[in-house]
Structures are given as structure tokens and as C-alpha cells.
């Protein structure tokens, strides 16, 4: 931040603070945001030859903000990563507005480049239960691998993230009929819990060598702490090799995979919204494109017409 004067760094500083204690942002989060303002800030500072206090941040034009972007995209940042940059940027810029009583138009006008918004990509339901049944084979160790099983198949029987998967502990085992997760932004949600996974679990905690623990993380690595995400991601990595699946074929894509079927079997936008823990329906709504398209699919293969 060395570019930075000492009252826009504090004046961000605060910003961060007020984003991960009131907005419930997660640390993850707040490492981009601060990557992406201190960018932006940084900038302005040289784009104008001297250090920017808060004053001069009063002053940007819309001319500017053309000239920031432009930096940014001949750095070789994609149309998605400046927008997410921009949002991060007019944020900060809306909340400093109304703290020191300026007037931010010409920030927070300024539009977004336009982008492909990817679809998710689920797996086919079957292939979603044959990684399931293949992640199994992926260790020697009967605990490990049962561990495996027990968390991939929370993902696509609960539509859990993996970092939700992760976050349980040794007190929420046995699992009950239905989770209260907590979320991006710590969202509060309560998940249904099929007899699948929880069969699953108590499997894995059967076979598991290390005690109970009830503060402890449910799901342990080999030495007993916390099981990493990249233990999941290499041991379905390995599957999909073995199924010859897209590297599409993640611990996310299983979350998608759970809300696309539960689409295709007649599930109710809203509700589905709400057991993925989206904040926007507006997001849940990119699962109708995916189902658009498998029926579109559908009707290409039989119409006898087609």
C-alpha cells in the first residue's frame, strides 16, 4: 500500500472492517476486495502524479474510471474479473461517499463490461453417483476412504459447499434430519439431511481412528486435524480420471449437480433458493438455463421432426 496515503489506507482499512463484522463477508472475500481497492487506489495515485488523500477521491471524473478500466484490461484481466473489480471498487467508493458526504455519480455509474455468464456445469445423475461410488476406491485406507464418500456425498445429497461440509463438528454427528449451516455472508439456513449421508457419516465415523471430539472438525486429515478441501479435490481429481468426466467434475459441481436434478424432478425455484443459501433468486435462476438446455437437448434427440 505504499502508494497509498495514510488516510485512504485507513479510510479502506475501516471499510474492510465494517465488510467482514457487519456484511458477514468471508476472509476470502475480504482478500479480494483489499487486492482490488488497493489496485484501484494505487492507480489513481499515479494517474494523477501524487499521493490521493481523500480529497482528490472526491474528484473523480468518469474520465478516469474509462482510464482505470482500460489499465486493468491491458494488464490481460477478463471482462468477468474487472467487473467483479469494479463492484468491489463501488462499494467501497458508495460507503466513503456517505461517510465523508460527497456526491459518487461518477464511480458508481460507471457500467460494468458486458460478459458470457458461465452456466454451471452439473453432472448427470448418473455419473454423479458413480463418483460417489469411485471416490471410494481412490484410497487404501478403509477410513479415509469412507471419509471421502461421507463428504462428497453430503455435497450432492444436501447441496452443500465444501467449505460447509468442512465447517461441521464432532457435535453435529449423528446428523439429524435436517443441518442449520451457515453460509456465504453467514447466511443461516436449515438443509434436510438424507438417509444417505447420514448412513454415510456414521460409517465414516465407525471406522475413523481418531476420538470424537465435539469442538473438534468432524472430517479429519490423516494426522487428525482438519481435513483440507484439496484431500476432496484430489481424491475426486483421481475419479473422474477413472471415469473419464470433465475437469468440470468438482466438489462444486456436485452442489450443482444436487440443484439441477432436484429442478428436473419438479423442484420449486424458490425452495431449491433457499437450500443452496443464495441471496438473490437471480443466481438460482442460472440452474433454469441448465435444464432449458437439457431439455432442449432432449426434444433435439426424439422430436420426430428433428
Not at 36 to 47: A, E, P
Amino acid at each position: 500500500m505504499s502508494l497509498i496515503s495514510p488516510a485512504c489506507r485507513d479510510a479502506l482499512q475501516s471499510w474492510l472492517e465494517a465488510q467482514k463484522s457487519l456484511m458477514g463477508r468471508s476472509e476470502n472475500t475480504i482478500i479480494a476486495y483489499q487486492g482490488d481497492v488497493t489496485d484501484f487506489l494505487s492507480f489513481m495515485t499515479l494517474h494523477h502524479g501524487e499521493p490521493h488523500g481523500l480529497k482528490p477521491l472526491e474528484k473523480i471524473t468518469v474520465s478516469d474510471m474509462r482510464s482505470w478500466m482500460a489499465h486493468v484490461r491491458g494488464d490481460g484481466v477478463g471482462a468477468r474479473s474487472l467487473a467483479r473489480k469494479l463492484s468491489a471498487v463501488k462499494s467501497f467508493y458508495k460507503w466513503l461517499a456517505e461517510r465523508e458526504g460527497f456526491e459518487p455519480t461518477a464511480v458508481l455509474s460507471t457500467r460494468a463490461p458486458k460478459f458470457q455468464r458461465k452456466l454451471p456445469r452439473p453432472l448427470p445423475q448418473d455419473a454423479a453417483k458413480a463418483m460417489i461410488e469411485t471416490v471410494e476406491l481412490q484410497s487404501l485406507s478403509d477410513w479415509v476412504a469412507a471419509r471421502d464418500v461421507a463428504v462428497v456425498t453430503l455435497l450432492y445429497g444436501c447441496g452443500l459447499r465444501i467449505s460447509e461440509a468442512l465447517s461441521l463438528k464432532g457435535k453435529d454427528a449423528p446428523l439429524p434430519r435436517s443441518l442449520r449451516i451457515f453460509g456465504k455472508g453467514n447466511k443461516e439456513r436449515v438443509v434436510p439431511v438424507i438417509d444417505a449421508a447420514r448412513d454415510a457419516v456414521e460409517t465414516y465415523l465407525r471406522l475413523c481412528p481418531h476420538a470424537k471430539d465435539p469442538d473438534a472438525p468432524l472430517f479429519r486429515g490423516a494426522r487428525g486435524g482438519a481435513l483440507s478441501p484439496r484431500a476432496i479435490q484430489g481424491a475426486m481429481a483421481k475419479a473422474r480420471m477413472q471415469l473419464g468426466l470433465p475437469a468440470t467434475a468438482t466438489p462444486h459441481a456436485m452442489r450443482h449437480s444436487f440443484a439441477t436434478h432436484l429442478l428436473e424432478a419438479g423442484g420449486d425455484l424458490r425452495a431449491i433458493q433457499e437450500l443452496l443459501g443464495h441471496a438473490s433468486l437471480s443466481t438460482t435462476q442460472a440452474y433454469t438455463a441448465v435444464d432449458t438446455k437439457h431439455l432442449m437437448d432432449i426434444y433435439n434427440r426424439t422430436h420426430p421432426k428433428a
